[in-house]
């Protein structure tokens, strides 16, 4: 079928890699076609105080193979961050999100880069989704002068300000109150936009999750909470941990919605539906119905605390980029080769920028007292030893 | 309202209050006189009315009128959405107003007193003060946190604690702590101005104490840099070294030191973070004889800090160990006559710039 379309243009160079559209630069396969396509979603939406959004989802083309692409990068550049971890070129901590990616790009795709977005340690993909580069990923994880945050920020502290995107949050929970904060500054600047604040499963039960959404809820606040429930935080399973894992039901008087997050397609309607009503009526609750490959970090093997044919079993059954493949494939947009080469191109992609990272320097010296302050006041600092080392705070 | 209205009125109307100010009144250029309240209170108000960035957000800050009415009429000045009160859940507000300080605006917090900042002390210390680090100067946090902090009178031990030196080991944050109206009106401003997050301790007994304040304090473009400390007293034979109340406290010890010869200079630090070194290092070399002065706990304090670096700057200038005085090492007990053996006394400050000039101590 994908075959007999190309046939059908002789003139053309019979380059696989060539775009279903003559009008694109020849590097990518994107197509630029926006002919609206409907799709259902996985599974209806479940709601919790309003109604659910129908489970019909206009797309396109060119979003569907946005999507792929997008997913296939992130997975590979998970995977890739997965071995220089092991070859010990990234230190510390390191979160992967690989599973997940449905989610960061579902939620692009409903909303724009004038809407923030916070999240917690597991976000590299959240801030490739944002704008971010993969050499700042790449260079950030192994603390180069590259990297998003100039190396001292480290895997867990990405940010990119100028696309919204306010980390990164080491401390569990932490986030949700900051972004219901964002939440705030936007309504008070009337800028008519909205703030996704991400926590997991295991950050649901913090206290201040409901300090900060009883807040929202008093003052009205554009703040969307997105539980991204991968169902383990950390080691601990789901119903070990909360009494009540209907985390969507968890805002009581807020409404909520559970969403299939390894459905790229739901995700990106249940953020349009949750963004309309967070401008209107306050606060609302996401949960992603979603789930991680990699152990909690990569100092946690994932499978003491679950089996492997679990893992595979959602491998198989549930792939984000599976579905996505599977739909291209269905609707003629893409060839199986096609989207093959992709991959390869994507993969390709990595390994050049993880070369090029590698050749970023580590940071100045100097850099050590850079920052401590926006407003420095000439103020002096000191080293491990301070007759040794002193800086002067710019 | 009520209560400072007709306060007002008798301080107008009685000359016996204070005696010495009331005589200045009868003068034409009398010098004019504001409590830490109104000065407070002052800069907050010419604040938002600079920066319509600036919003004040706590407990009871609004239609309570402050629980130490601190921010009195601001919320009919600038209404309900400039002036925020929020429920009892500190690690929640703290966070939303961090959260709208990553967003470019300017919160000013009020803690009911630092106690309870231990509340939201993850969001003072890892959201907020650590940001701008971590980011690599992408993220900014022009926050203030302020309150009252340290002992007041019988609150007990949940209540009384001092918090400078616990916010002040930290890089990232600035730690103020203002003794005097000026100190109040002018370190405020500049906390707000400031774009990191600044800790501003203020002391509740000292809300309603009067102090001159000239002219030049009152107007509104009046600020006081972060990170110098002031010679509030010059003298030459020991230094005594102070924040806060015991400003004062170290004030009235200096009296009664003149009466037996000492002349003790007076350092009102301001700033405990960053800490204005060089004006203790510079008196020290001048005095050779050091006290420091604090109501807090005594170990690992800022007491502690500023023996520690005159020893490292100044060591050959010493003429004798550095004296340190501080609140007992116990929590803060309720009894009048324990709790007063719990806080530094004028009496403690004397004998130790005593023992310091190598005097004997009656």
Known sequence: MALSYLRSSSSRSVNLLKPLSSSLPLRRPISTDTTPITVETSVPFTSHQCDAPSRSVETNPKELLTFFRDMALMRRMEIAADSLYKAKLIRGFCHLYDGQEAVAVGMEAAITKKDCIITAYRDHCTFIGRGGTLLEVFAELMGRQAGCSKGKGGSMHFYKKDSNFYGGHGIVGAQVPLGCGLAFAQKYSKDETVTFALYGDGAANQGQLFEALNISALWDLPAILVCENNHYGMGTAEWRAAKSPAYYKRGDYVPGLKVDGMDALAVKQACKFAKEHALKNGPIILEMDTYRYHGHSMSDPGSTYRTRDEISGVRQERDPIERIRKLILSHDLATEKELKDIEKEVRKEVDDTITQAKESPMPEPSKLFTNVYAKGLGVESFGADRKEVRATLP | ?362
């Open chain 2, 1 to 362: 309202m009520l209560g400072i209205a007709r306060q007002k009125m008798l301080e107008q109307s009685s000359k016996k209050i204070r005696p010495a100010v009331s005589m200045l009144r009868n003068y034409s250029s009398a010098a004019k006189e504001m409590t830490v309240r109104t000065a407070l209170n002052s800069a907050l108000d010419e604040e938002m009315s600079a920066d319509s960035k600036v919003f004040l957000m706590g407990e009871e800050v609004g239609e309570y009128q402050g629980a130490y009415k601190i921010t009195k009429g601001l919320l009919d000045k600038y209404g309900p959405e400039r002036v925020l009160d929020t429920p009892i859940t500190e690690a929640g507000f703290t966070g939303i107003a961090v959260g709208a300080a990553y967003y470019g605006l300017k919160p000013v917090v009020e803690f009911m007193t630092f106690n309870f900042s231990m509340q939201a002390i993850d969001h003072i210390i890892n959201s907020a003060a650590k940001s701008n680090y971590m980011s690599a100067g992408q993220i900014s946090v022009p926050i203030v946190f302020r309150g009252p902090n340290g002992a007041a009178a019988g609150v007990g031990a949940q209540h009384s604690q001092c918090y400078a030196a616990w916010y002040a080991t930290c890089p990232g944050l600035k730690v103020l702590t203002p003794y005097n109206s000026e100190d109040a009106r002018g370190l405020l401003k500049a906390a707000i101005r400031d774009p990191d997050p600044v800790v501003f301790l203020e002391n509740e007994l000292l809300y309603g104490e009067s102090f001159p304040i000239s002219d030049e304090v009152l107007d509104s473009s009046f600020c006081l840099p972060i990170g110098k400390a002031k010679i509030e007293r010059k003298g030459k034979h020991v230094t005594i070294a102070a924040y806060s109340k015991m400003v004062g406290y170290s004030l009235k010890a200096a009296e009664i030191l003149e009466k037996d010869g000492i002349d003790a200079e007076v350092i009102n630090l301001r700033s405990i973070r960053p800490l204005d070194r060089s004006t203790i290092n510079d008196s020290v070399r001048k005095t050779n004889r050091l006290v420091t002065v604090e109501e807090a706990f005594p170990q690992h304090g800022v007491g502690a800090e500023i023996c520690a670096c005159v020893v490292e700057e100044s060591f050959a200038y010493l003429d004798a160990p550095v004296e340190r005085i501080a609140g007992a090492d116990v929590p803060m007990p309720y009894a009048a006559n324990l709790e007063r053996m719990a806080v530094p006394q004028v009496e403690d400050i004397v004998r130790a710039a005593k023992r310091a000039c190598y005097r004997s101590v009656p």
